[in-house]
């Protein structure tokens, strides 16, 4: 069993902690040397105490979900022979109460449109096939409770 782990730093300086007026930005440090700047959701502390150019929890949720489920569907692409040119997806979580009266994200939409080429090209139905299968396998979806939903978007030819 692999761990993966993340690093968060969060440093009050010279703020005044207990006036709850203080700073919500903090860095994320992955492996690899990748540093994220992040803070609270802009919708949930307003500014000045979060900071809008970073990257929120919830953001950092839903990109997770569109990454696994992407890896997936183009290893199982691949392994169909199908050559993926670009992959794309917007993304996007509904946070709501969930039955427990408590806020949390109670959906997710995956919305990915992806253009192939080649003398191999799937059917639609392929494409919605592969998209289940990298439902099915993505770690990230098997490890929520939040519904998780994919709805692929046919591109335009």
Known sequence: MENHTAELVWCRENQNFLDKRYSRKHLWRFDG???????????????????????????????????CHMLWFLSIAAQNGYCVDRYYDSATAVMEKNKYGKL???????????????????????VLAMHDEAHEECFIANSVKSEVRCEPEQPAL
Do not use: N, Y
Not at 50 to 65: H, K, Y
Not at 113 to 124: A, I, R, Y
């Open 33 to 67: 040397g990748l540093e994220i700047p992040a803070s609270s959701s802009p919708h949930v502390v307003p500014p000045p105490m979060s900071d809008e150019a970073s990257v929120d929890p919830e953001e950092a949720f839903t990109a997770s979900l569109s990454s």
């Open 104 to 126: 949390a994200i109670t959906r997710v939409m995956l919305r990915p449109q992806v253009h192939f080429s080649g003398e191999l090209l799937p059917t639609w139905a392929q």
